[in-house]
C-alpha cells in the first residue's frame, strides 16, 4: 500500500472496492496503484515464496474478485494495512492449497525439507478435487467441462452447486445478485455474510495445509525409506547377520510410516473445506430442508447434462 494514502471513510473504501467488483476498469487500475505492490510482493517478502511465483498469487488475488470481497469486510477496528497484511497471509494459503503440482526433495530421513535443496527432485501430483468428486461420486472431471455445464443450469440451480463447490470457485458479482434475489436480502448483507464466512473457511485451511504438508514429509520419507532398502537388496554379496538386521529395521520403518500416512490420509479426506447445508441455508434465507432439495435436485441435473457431454465426447 502506498504510504501516503489514508481511507478515512470506511464507506469510501467499500465504495471502491463495490465498484471494482462490478468490473469497473478504471477503479481497478486505481485499487492495483495502492495496494498491487505489497500483493505482488507478499508472497516474496513475507512468505519467502521464489519470486517467479509472484505473478501467480497476484492473478490468484484478483481472480473472482477474491481481495476486493475480503477486504470489503474491514470495519476500522484495526489498522488498514494490518488486516490487508492478515487478507493475504490467508489467500496465500488458499493459494497454495490450489497449487496442483508440489515439487519434494528426497533427502535422508532425518534432514529437513527445505526449498533450496539441490537434492533429487520427486514430483508429485495432488488431487484436490473435492468438489467434483461431491458431485460425481469419485469420477473426475475437468475445470472446462465444468464451466460449461454449470452455464447450461437455471439460475437458481446453479447458485446451489456453486455454493456446493465454494471453496473451489468462488461467487462472482452475477451469483451475489442471484443470492440476494433468492433471499430477500440486500446485496452488501449477502457480501457480508459471505464474507464471515470466508474468515472461517480460512481458518479450516490452515489446518488443511497443515495435514497436507504432513503428508508431503511422509512421503518422502517413504520414498527414502524404499530406495535403502532397494539398495540394501542389491547387495548380495554383503549378507550377513547386520545387513538382514538392517533390512528387518527399514521394513518396520516402512510399515510404520505407511500406516502413519493412512491415518493421516483419513483426516485429510474428512477435512470439511466445504459450506455446510446450515450455512448455505442461513445465507439464502431458507430451511435447511430446503437446501437438501435443491441441492440434489441441481446435482441431478448437472449429472444428466455431464452424462451428456461425455456420450457426445466418445462419438467424435
Known amino acids: 500500500m502506498k504510504k501516503d494514502f489514508q481511507i478515512n471513510d470506511i464507506e469510501a473504501l467499500r465504495g471502491l472496492l ?83 503440482l508440489h515439487t519434494i526433495p528426497a533427502e535422508s530421513l532425518n534432514a529437513p525439507i527445505t526449498p533450496d535443496s539441490k537434492a533429487e527432485m520427486v514430483n508429485f501430483l495432488e488431487d484436490y478435487d473435492f ?77 488443511y495445509a497443515a495435514r497436507l504438508a504432513k503428508l508431503d514429509e511422509i512421503e518422502v520419507k517413504i520414498l527414502n525409506i524404499e530406495k535403502q532398502l532397494r539398495s540394501l537388496r542389491q547387495q548380495e554379496h554383503e549378507k550377513n547377520e547386520n545387513h538382514n538386521n538392517e533390512i528387518n529395521e527399514l521394513e518396520r520403518k516402512l510399515q510404520w510410516r505407511h500406516t502413519q500416512k493412512n491415518k493421516l490420509l483419513i483426516l485429510y479426506k474428512r477435512a470439511n473445506i466445504s459450506l455446510s447445508y446450515r450455512d448455505i441455508a442461513a445465507l439464502l434465507s431458507v430451511s435447511v430442508g430446503t437446501v437438501s432439495a435443491k441441492i440434489n435436485n441441481a446435482k441431478k441435473r448437472f449429472l444428466r447434462l455431464y452424462e451428456g457431454e461425455s456420450n457426445e465426447e466418445r462419438k467424435l
Request: net charge negative; hydrophobic share 30%; charged share 30%.
Open 18 to 100: 463495490y465498484s471494482c467488483m462490478e468490473g469497473d476498469s478504471e477503479t481497478i487500475m486505481h485499487f492495483q496503484e495502492i495496494f498491487g505492490e505489497d500483493i505482488y510482493n507478499f508472497p516474496v517478502k513475507v512468505r519467502g515464496s521464489e519470486i517467479d511465483k509472484a505473478a501467480d498469487f497476484y492473478c490468484y488475488c484478483f481472480e473472482k474478485s477474491r481481495i476486493f470481497k475480503r477486504l470489503f469486510t474491514y470495519k476500522g477496528i484495526c489498522k488498514l494495512r494490518t488486516y490487508q497484511y492478515h487478507i493475504l497471509n490467508n489467500l496465500y494459503t488458499e493459494w497454495k492449497r490450489t497449487e496442483k
Open 131 to 207: 468438489s467434483y468428486t461431491t458431485l460425481l461420486d469419485g469420477e473426475s472431471i475437468s475445470l472446462n467441462t465444468f464451466d460449461n455445464i454449470i452455464n447450461q443450469l437455471y439460475d437458481e440451480e446453479k447458485i446451489y452447486i456453486k455454493l456446493l463447490s465454494y471453496h473451489e470457485f468462488g461467487l462472482d458479482i452475477t451469483d451475489l445478485r442471484v443470492i440476494a434475489r433468492i433471499s430477500g436480502n440486500p446485496l452488501n448483507e449477502v457480501m457480508d455474510f459471505l464474507n464471515e464466512i470466508d474468515k472461517r473457511l480460512s481458518e479450516k485451511n490452515e489446518d
